[in-house]
């Protein structure tokens, strides 16, 4: 069975909608800047990817709102316009997203009702709003979906993870698969549960560079329809790719000596597709932007294709990390660098000598029918994923 992708839906920093956002990112345009959800001028990181010139309310009935946290309102505007990108009407679909905390700025302000003005004053909705599989839920619901359902949460690797699930249920059977990922905790909040993590940018995102020195948070992220090749051709629908490969694997405990897990994710991923390293023509790379982290980003890759190897890039310097959402939000970029033939850029950076990277800077015209896309999470996740503009069986 190939899963082949045929549906995206993409809210970005850096553009609303999937045509709008690749234009942006293959021009190297930027969006990340001050942050303009919350007054962060208390805190040490004052800079964020917010998406632009979104109102839920031009895209979603009413009803919907009061029962909503933002990331949501964005994550059912994604998967609605994944579905119609795809073609796809059906209710045997299911849903399976990426989450990494849940809906903040929701929670955040039904705990100052409750704390400024008593308990008649929190939400019936707070019940679900904040949860972490309220995406998968009101999409579901949304859409009249009744397929398998699910929820990932593991950061950024969740994104590809939640895809390696969808996955799963097409071979047991399923016919259709709505899966990705979509956060958005940029609120006080949600603020201060990312700067505990020590690994928020008081300054600029620019990993591989010898300035790095954490990451952006972001907002966004995509959804995608996947679906069995062959039911796919059936039906006549469009695809973007397929995935091809995919593999997870744990960091060991520290202080052990032994090797992360990231070149064995991208090993096991290579050997599920069935494919040699040389056959990958470019790497959306994970891009911590913390030295220890890059070196071991760039150590794995080196070892899997050698110094200088294949071209690697990290659009995410366009948009910042979208934690859950952004693993999907590479997939999509690797599916449309595939049909159109361009690697999209890493901006801002200086490329450091010691990494051994040929890093993407500008956006490079090159033919693309094989990408790996490499994504990790807080505490030690690794995942990597395969996806291939074949659609042959693999």
């Not at 905390?101 to 929701?106: K, R, V």
């Not at 039904?110 to 929190?122: A, C, H, P, T």
């Not at 016919?175 to 549960?193: E, K, Q, S, Y």
Request: aromatic share 8%; net charge negative.
């Amino acid at each position: 069975m190939t899963a082949v992708f045929t549906g995206l839906g993409v809210v970005a920093p850096n553009g609303l909608g999937t045509e709008e956002y690749w234009k942006a990112t293959c021009a190297g345009e930027d969006g990340i800047g001050p942050v303009e959800r919350f007054d962060a001028s208390g805190y040490p990181a004052r800079t964020a990817g917010e998406v632009p010139g979104f109102d839920a309310a031009d895209h979603l009935p009413s009803r919907l709102l009061p029962q909503t946290d933002h990331m949501t309102r964005l994550a059912l505007v994604a998967a609605d316009w994944a579905i119609a990108d795809a073609g796809a009407d059906s209710p045997e679909m299911g849903v399976v997203t990426a989450a990494s905390g849940g809906g903040f700025e929701f929670g955040q302000r039904e705990l100052q009702n409750l704390w400024s003005k008593g308990g008649e004053y929190v939400s019936a909705y707070q019940s679900f709003a904040w949860f972490y599989a309220v995406n998968t839920g009101q999409i579901s619901i949304r859409n009249g979906l009744k397929g398998p359902g699910g929820v990932i949460v593991a950061d950024q690797a969740g994104g590809l993870d939640a895809m390696a699930q969808a996955r799963r249920q097409l071979r047991k059977g399923g016919r259709m698969m709505l899966t990705g990922g979509v956060d958005g905790a940029i609120c006080p909040w949600g603020w201060v549960a990312q700067q505990a993590g020590g690994r928020l940018s008081t300054g600029e995102y620019l990993p591989f560079d010898t300035r790095a020195a954490g990451h952006v948070s972001a907002e966004g992220g995509a959804m995608l329809v996947m679906e069995d090749a062959a039911a796919a051709r059936a039906r006549g629908a469009h695809g973007y790719g397929s995935l091809a490969g995919y593999a997870a694997t744990f960091d060991p405990k520290p202080g052990l000596g032994r090797e992360p897990g990231l070149r064995r994710a991208i090993e096991n991923a290579l050997a599920d597709a069935r494919i040699e390293a040389s056959t990958v023509d470019v790497v959306f790379a994970d891009a911590a932007a913390l030295p220890e982290l890059d070196a071991v980003e760039a150590d794995a890759i080196n070892a899997v294709f050698g110094p200088g190897g294949v071209p690697v890039t990290a659009p995410k310097t366009m948009t910042g990390r979208l934690n859950a959402g952004g693993a999907s939000l590479d997939v999509a970029a690797a599916l449309l660098a595939m049909r159109d033939g361009v690697i999209p850029p890493t901006t801002n950076t200086e490329p450091a000598p010691r990494y051994r990277l040929d890093l993407v800077t500008t956006a490079r015209e090159t033919p693309v029918r094989t990408a790996l896309v490499l994504a990790r999470g807080h505490g030690g996740f690794n995942s990597a994923a395969v996806v291939r503009l074949d659609w042959e069986e693999h």
